[in-house]
């Protein structure tokens, strides 16, 4: 439990710039999550998940705000087989967390830039493999810290769809055979030590606004 450390840290930030500027709005989310995992050897946004939550907003001005949601949110990894090419193997891997993100938000005209961080706490999981079931074969991490950035489009003063990217930069599970292999560069050496989650957030928010 200490890793909600994190939680406790943006909390009172949020709060605190609430009562700073004495403007916040509260927004509801709703979507899906096209998802892959970094290290499992299977490429491509094959599995599709969902999102939901409820977040506070709070405003600067015009054009800049911060927000942070608490979200249900799925992710994780799949791979079908193909029996034309002689290929039998499968791979499935769903994970529900509970994630914090803490967002920056730029708004030019209809289009809203965000960037941010999160915080996200595996509920639960299940991996598969044409093996059968092997959820705890190789635990994962309950915890898990993620980059996100989007690009927006207001479609009412009220409504909003976004597109975002969502990348771990903490291993979720680390690799539990040792690697052999030596990357040339930081980048890959820094991020092939396990899993990480990439995921795709499409979604839908609906904002009740409240007056200065």
Sequence with gaps: MKHFY???????????????????????????????VHGDNYSGFHKIGAMAGVGVETVFSDKASMNLSFLFIQKGSRKNQNPAKNDFTYYYLNMNYLEVPLLVVYQHKKFVFDAGVSAGYLIN???????????????????EYSVKVGLGYCITPKWFFNVRSSNSFITTRPNYIKQTVYYNNIIARTFNKGYYNNILEFALTYHLRTKK
């Design 6 to 36: 994190v939680i406790f840290v943006l909390l009172p930030l949020a709060l605190f710039c609430q009562e700073k500027h004495n403007t916040f709005n509260l927004f509801f989310t709703a979507g899906v999550t096209p998802a892959q």
């Design 125 to 143: 999981y299940y991996e598969g493999s044409e093996a059968g079931n092997i959820t705890g074969l190789h635990p994962f991490n309950k915890f």
